[in-house]
């Protein structure tokens, strides 16, 4: 963990200007049991019944992030997406059942200041505190990632941004599917790798070729000639040793856990989760906007957390069987 005892630092998922960390909304209930067969998707991929080692002591780690100690984990076999979930996925999931998400319900979602068109002053909207580099934009939400006069109609097959943890379940309850677990999701995310840093090894940079979409520049406001801050194709990249795709960077992705940090300390070896009633629930993988120079969270052992009713556009969802 880092040598100076740092906190925590919430530079990923601005937490919801609500905070509520309540049920979800009544008028979010309206998901069907199960959708179509050809919705649900068919070319999720199997993960072994398996021990390996989870977590992580790595130096560079934050102590209040509880990525260790490591130790051994059973996992039972289960199915996972070898994507997160795309536009195209969650639209037929809305237009199947007219589902509302949380941003489009509060009328306003965090979308990252670099990301906004026109490149103008965007000091007079909301920011929350210690974060400037988030913006809190009214009309943003899945349909229009970056607020008004963005749309997603191009962008079928890129990560589904904007929605909260409540959002991811109601889309599962519709799919007959639900989150992962962050012991299924590490343990898929490694590709059969142990204790490794990154799903493709310890190198960040193999042979000088840059292997997920984080961070590049100078962070937040000088980002490298030819690199545009956003989510990219959600099968950019090469997949890791199973087959899956982009678990370091591009989004943050929702798992079924509460955050508690310490998980490694608390929770079952055979199969864990934590299903502690606090308010914040775990994210995993980093986004576009980790950098090695405030968050390096793209680690495969890394933890992360937010409200699960937070929203932005950095955050997204992979579905288990």
């Not at 199969?271 to 980790?290: E, H, K, M, Q, T």
Request: charged letters at 20%; proline letters at 9%; hydrophobic letters at 30%.
């Amino acid at each position: 963990m880092s040598s100076d005892g740092q906190s925590r630092k919430a530079c990923c998922v601005p937490a919801s200007p609500l905070a509520c960390g309540g049920s979800p909304h009544p008028g979010n209930t309206q998901a069907r049991a199960c959708a179509p067969e050809s919705a649900a998707g068919s070319d999720l991929i199997l993960i072994p019944a398996q021990q390996f080692l989870m977590g992580s002591n790595d130096p560079d780690g934050f102590r209040d992030d509880g990525e260790g100690p490591p130790r051994l984990v059973m996992v039972d076999a289960f199915h996972i997406s070898p994507t997160v979930v795309t536009n195209r996925q969650f639209a037929d999931f809305v237009r199947d059942t007219r589902y509302i998400t949380d941003a489009e319900r509060s009328g306003a979602s965090f979308v990252f200041y670099g990301q906004l068109p026109g490149g103008g002053d965007t000091s007079s909207l909301p920011a929350p505190p210690g974060l400037p580099w988030w913006r809190l934009v009214a009309g943003a939400s899945w349909q229009r990632p970056e607020g008004p006069g963005s749309y997603v109609h191009d962008r079928a097959d890129y990560p589904v941004v904007h929605v909260s943890w409540f959002d991811a379940q109601a889309y599962c309850a519709w799919s007959g599917q639900r989150l992962p677990t962050e012991a299924q999701w590490e343990c898929a995310a490694r590709g059969g790798l142990q204790g490794k840093r990154y799903p493709w090894g310890d190198e960040l940079m193999p042979d000088g070729h840059m292997r997920c979409n984080i961070w590049q520049g100078t962070f937040p406001d000088s980002p490298a000639v030819g690199w545009t801050p956003g989510p990219q194709p959600v099968r950019s990249f090469e997949a890791n040793g199973y087959g899956l795709y982009n678990t370091a960077g591009n989004v943050w992705e929702w798992c079924m856990d509460s955050f508690v940090p310490d998980y490694h300390r608390v929770t079952s070896r055979h199969n864990p989760v934590s299903s502690d009633a606090g308010g914040y629930r775990s994210i995993r993988g980093g986004s576009f906007l980790c950098d090695a120079s405030y968050c390096n969270r793209y680690r495969v052992g890394a933890r992360n957390s937010s409200t699960p009713d937070s929203t932005a556009s950095n955050c997204g969802f992979r579905v288990v069987e």
